[in-house]
């Protein structure tokens, strides 16, 4: 894989109170870490053995994050951030572009990687979002993708580099609980804040319930909105965390 030299400016920051790299050059992210002073030894990993999880009808490898990390810090994996753009600029991977699910975006970043490159998408759902991005490149044509299985939060939870405007700010973690009819059980249920790009999502379980998870640290004014199937729900955070959310 191609390695690049990325000149790191100090700093230490940290958000929801765990330590992270703050303040390097991450103007024109291209998926690849910071080179590390120290390179890890290189050792095998069986990816054959990775659980996978069928997004869209594709099956998506869950890669964990110790070997995400590992491919990291060699500079041996992109990575992709497949959240919305207002959670982007607050915080993400050092080096990572945006592009969400499902499809990226115009003048999407990974439209000029090579198809045979191994990419790495991210969301904080743990892995919904990062999965329906990976799916969508897998379906182009990608030859090696995989989804961050245990999500943005263990990233931060390490210490992990990190970049954004408010990694800094404190979140507060929601769950958003709701039932959808179970002819549904298996399809997608999304999340999304009515004044802003912030997204997760959430499978619909064999029974019709569904749990959403969101890292946040906004207003407590601001509006969300829960597109089910089978219906579509809006409120703030103390509205739609009051009860089952329901049509």
């Known amino acids: 894989m191609n390695r690049r030299t990325f000149l790191a400016i100090g700093g230490v920051a940290t958000l929801g109170g ?18 590390p002073e120290t390179v890890p030894e290189e050792r095998s990993i069986d990816t054959s053995s990775y659980r996978t999880q069928t ?25 992709a951030d497949a959240r919305g753009s207002a959670q982007y600029e607050r915080a993400h ?11 990226g975006e115009s003048d999407d970043p990974i439209e000029d990687w090579a198809t045979d490159e191994r990419i790495v998408t991210y969301c904080g759902c743990p892995h919904h979002l ?6 969508s490149l897998i379906d182009d ?8 299985d245990e999500g943005f939060g263990a990233w931060i939870e390490r210490g992990y580099p990190l970049a954004g405007s408010e990694v800094s700010e404190d979140r507060a973690t929601y769950e958003i609980r709701g039932q959808s009819d179970a002819a549904y059980a298996g399809e997608m249920v999304m999340l999304e804040q ?4 912030r997204r997760e999502a959430a499978p619909i379980a064999d029974d ?16 969300f909105r829960v597109e089910a199937p089978d219906y579509t729900v809006e409120g703030t955070l103390a509205d739609l965390t009051s009860d089952t959310v329901t049509a």
């Open 55 to 79: 997004f869209n009808g594709v099956a998506v490898p869950l890669a964990p994050i110790d070997d995400v990390f590992y491919w990291y810090q060699r500079q041996e994996a992109r990575v």
């Open 93 to 103: 991977i050092v080096g990572a572009p945006l592009s969400p699910a499902p499809d």
């Open 194 to 197: 009515v004044d802003a790009d």
């Open 208 to 223: 019709g319930s569904y749990t959403l998870q969101l890292h946040y640290a906004g207003s407590t004014d601001s509006r």
């Open 141 to 148: 044509g990608y030859e090696e993708v995989y989804a961050l």
């Open 130 to 135: 990062s999965g329906l991005r990976a799916a």
């Open 18 to 35: 765990v330590a992270g790299c703050l303040g390097s050059d991450d103007s024109e992210p291209d998926g690849y870490g910071p080179e």
